[in-house]
């Protein structure tokens, strides 16, 4: 066989009529990247020497396990991938300071219940297993300023490490809500300590996973969408000190200033404000947005959502 089959004229020209370069109509970028992705692919396909059956196979397995493509981008890094870039576009503008990002993942609902300045999260069903968790904090710009009405979005998972709609057995969006700061941008809530995520078992992720000797587990974490007028959204997470999987994240979100210490001794006076005794688990952790220079940075991205 040819040297770099890919780039003969025959294979060079078949890329260009399968992208539409020889067409006037459609766009002329969608067709760069069409081109792109699938001379990649033919290149792999001849570095490797890939079989037809191992091409079909791999085709049919993507579109019978297309269901968790979400979780193919968080286990296959393509989420962190894009968290890096956007970390990397912001440090060649010089835009730094805030809090730091993190990867979504694909486990967020729209429409939680929304409270003014606290919520409690949990809807009891995992008392006795779950460690309480008293989570608070401030929401402020990076001059300091606190951000009255700041919006904090949380969801995390149970004790069992399962999310709330995904998981059928729990309550409709517990652990789940949209907490308005007040007029000092502070936030509190009262929940359970989540236990760490690990991918279905029996599912495609988990399938791709184990076959290149990985695993799919997630330390504990919690979820976060902040944001606030004139600022920029920020997606992010906070992990669990201790977890064992804390530096062995599947999806590679684990980020050195998002690991908030845990007092776990409980403190009186916060407990009895929020009417939980000693001990419990304390959280403090501060949000800290950047200024937006254009409208479409307040928002979240438009990737596909569940609502409920
Ligand atoms: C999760 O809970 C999660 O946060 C990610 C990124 C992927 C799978 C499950
Ligand atoms: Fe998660």
Redo the contacts with the bound molecule.
């Keep these: 066989m040819a040297e770099n089959l890919v780039n003969t004229p025959e294979v060079q020209g078949l890329l260009d009529k399968l992208s539409g370069q020889d067409q006037a109509a459609g766009d002329a970028r969608l067709k760069a990247v069409i081109r792109r992705i699938m001379g990649d692919l033919f290149a792999t396909i001849d570095e490797f020497d890939l079989t037809d059956n191992e091409v079909w196979g791999a085709l049919n397995y993507a579109a019978a396990g297309s269901g968790e493509f979400g979780l193919w981008a968080a286990g296959l890094g393509l989420e962190r991938y894009l968290d890096i870039r956007a970390d990397a576009i912001d440090a060649g503008h010089g835009v730094t300071g805030g809090t730091p990002r993190t990867i979504e993942?694909p486990?967020y609902v729209a429409g939680a219940p929304e409270t003014q300045g606290f919520a409690r999260l949990d809807d009891g069903a995992d008392d006795g297993k779950g460690e309480v968790l008293i989570m608070h904090g401030q929401v402020r710009d990076v001059a300091g300023k606190p951000l009255a009405n700041a919006k904090v979005e949380v969801w995390h998972?149970n004790t069992l490490g399962n999310y709330s709609y995904f998981d059928q057995t729990q309550s409709a969006f517990n652990l789940r809500r949209t907490i308005y700061a007040d007029s000092e941008g502070r936030y509190a809530f009262r929940s359970i300590v989540p236990v760490g995520?690990a991918c279905p078992p029996g599912g495609s992720t988990e399938g791709i996973l184990k076959a290149i000797g990985r695993h799919g587990n997630?330390p504990a974490?919690i979820?976060f969408f902040i944001s606030a007028h004139g600022h920029r959204h920020l997606t992010t997470q906070i992990n669990i000190e201790g977890d064992p999987y804390l530096h062995d994240d599947f999806a590679y979100a684990t980020r050195d200033d998002l690991i908030p210490p845990v007092n776990h001794a409980g403190n009186g006076d916060l407990g009895a404000k929020y009417g939980v005794s000693d001990p419990f688990a304390e959280i403090e952790f501060d949000f800290v947005l950047q200024a937006a220079t254009d409208a479409a940075e307040e928002d979240a991205s438009t990737r596909q959502r569940a609502a409920a």
Excluded: E, Q
């Design positions: 993942g486990l998972a995520y997630r974490h979820h």
